[in-house]
């Protein structure tokens, strides 16, 4: 009988550290890793493999290619999202997709945090003009306050929950829209459950924590943004597309809403001349949510110990796809 094997498709890390290998051989797995860049290099590397893994941006998991994993019985993908992973395909064929939000989740509820403080507070402008060696308080008054305004959060996945947690300190009231989130679960936490239209209508500040998916993809339209006050603040740290961008350069020229904070935007590396970067009511960050000190010693630790979970034929802490019917049997 064939080992059972673990084949590292594609990684956004430097190198892959001695321990994984030696912690998953020791449980008796067979590991292989390679940057495959298409079809022919996953088959190769990956056809026998019983768990596929990806850590970040692989692109070789595209739409169709999945044909050629024959004993796959999961994909782990390093991190939260799975939009670069054929998950409605994975499905179909009783593959597990399991992701490990943890790796990720304090650093970037820490982020989103962070961006809706710089955009209230305007600290990337005040900073600019102080080096400039203006010294002006009025330059850019904050419009802004956070004590009893509503926060809303679009999507209430483990992130979005510690990003409520931070935000209870500055003593607003919380919202939130998830359809897959009872209202009991909502309620534990002091959070009303909205539908999306009120959310946005009733929300100063609103916090987009959705997958990006066929359902989600330009979820924050104009017909949305224009029901959004127009004081309050978007902040995106989930997926670009996840906003119609186009509508927001839009919305934030003509006033529908007052500013925005992104951490994501629709192409990446964005092209200078987009005119989302002559707005002066806007913070961009180069998707830097996940980074830290532990970034990477996270991404590995917590895959690891998916991957240990599957092989041992247990459903893993998280995974997307919760209508699947598992080649395997797990328990």
């Given at each position: 009988?064939?080992?059972?094997?673990v084949?590292?498709?594609?990684y956004?890390a430097?190198?892959?550290?001695d321990?994984?290998?030696?912690?998953l051989?020791?449980?008796?797995?067979?590991?292989?890793?390679?940057?495959?860049?298409g079809?022919?290099?996953?088959?190769?590397?990956?056809?026998?493999?019983?768990?596929?893994?990806?850590?970040?941006?692989?692109?070789?998991?595209?739409?169709?290619?999945?044909?050629?994993?024959?004993?796959?019985?999961?994909?782990?993908?390093?991190?939260s999202?799975t939009?670069n992973i054929?998950?409605?395909e994975a499905?179909?064929?009783?593959?597990?997709?399991?992701?490990?939000?943890?790796?990720?989740?304090n650093?970037?509820a820490?982020?989103?945090?962070?961006?809706?403080?710089?955009?209230?507070?305007?600290?990337?402008?005040?900073?600019?003009?102080?080096?400039?060696?203006?010294?002006?308080?009025?330059?850019?008054?904050?419009?802004?306050?956070?004590t009893?305004?509503?926060?809303?959060?679009?999507?209430?996945?483990?992130?979005?929950?510690?990003v409520?947690?931070?935000?209870?300190?500055?003593?607003v009231?919380?919202?939130?829209?998830d359809?897959?989130?009872?209202?009991?679960?909502?309620?534990?936490?002091?959070?009303?459950?909205?539908?999306?239209?009120?959310?946005?209508?009733?929300?100063?500040?609103?916090?987009?924590?959705?997958?990006?998916?066929?359902?989600?993809r330009?979820?924050?339209?104009?017909?949305e943004?224009r029901?959004?006050?127009?004081?309050?603040?978007?902040?995106?740290?989930?997926?670009?597309?996840v906003?119609?961008?186009?509508?927001?350069?839009?919305?934030?020229?003509?006033g529908?809403?007052?500013?925005?904070?992104?951490?994501?935007?629709?192409?990446?590396?964005?092209?200078?001349?987009?005119?989302?970067?002559?707005l002066?009511?806007?913070?961009?960050?180069?998707?830097?949510?996940?980074?830290?000190d532990?970034?990477?010693?996270?991404?590995?630790?917590?895959?690891v110990?998916?991957?240990?979970?599957?092989?041992?034929?247990r459903?893993?802490?998280?995974?997307?796809?919760?209508?699947?019917?598992?080649?395997?049997?797990?328990?």
């Amino acid at each position: 009988m064939a080992k059972f094997k673990v084949a590292l498709v594609g990684y956004d890390a430097p190198n892959v550290p001695d321990w994984v290998g030696e912690a998953l051989e020791k449980e008796g797995m067979e590991f292989v890793h390679r940057q495959c860049v298409g079809r022919e290099e996953l088959a190769e590397t990956a056809h026998d493999a019983d768990i596929v893994w990806v850590l970040g941006s692989c692109k070789c998991m595209q739409k169709g290619n999945l044909a050629v994993l024959n004993r796959c019985g999961a994909i782990v993908r390093t991190g939260s999202g799975t939009d670069n992973i054929p998950v409605a395909e994975a499905t179909e064929m009783g593959i597990v997709v399991a992701n490990t939000p943890e790796a990720i989740s304090n650093q970037v509820a820490d982020h989103t945090v962070g961006l809706l403080m710089a955009v209230i507070r305007h600290i990337p402008i005040h900073d600019r003009l102080v080096r400039e060696g203006v010294w002006d308080r009025m330059r850019a008054w904050p419009n802004w306050h956070l004590t009893d305004q509503t926060f809303g959060l679009v999507g209430f996945g483990h992130i979005a929950q510690l990003v409520a947690h931070r935000m209870r300190g500055f003593e607003v009231k919380l919202a939130a829209y998830d359809p897959f989130v009872a209202k009991e679960k909502m309620a534990e936490m002091d959070v009303r459950k909205l539908e999306l239209d009120e959310l946005l209508e009733q929300s100063d500040f609103v916090s987009l924590h959705c997958p990006l998916n066929d359902k989600t993809r330009h979820l924050i339209g104009e017909r949305e943004l224009r029901l959004m006050k127009p004081t309050a603040v978007l902040v995106n740290t989930a997926r670009g597309p996840v906003i119609d961008e186009q509508a927001l350069i839009k919305a934030l020229r003509e006033g529908w809403i007052s500013a925005a904070g992104l951490d994501v935007l629709n192409k990446e590396a964005a092209d200078l001349d987009n005119p989302i970067f002559k707005l002066e009511n806007i913070v961009i960050t180069p998707h830097i949510a996940p980074y830290s000190d532990i970034y990477f010693p996270n991404f590995w630790k917590y895959s690891v110990e998916t991957v240990i979970d599957l092989y041992n034929r247990r459903w893993p802490r998280s995974y997307v796809n919760k209508d699947v019917k598992p080649r395997w049997e797990l328990s």
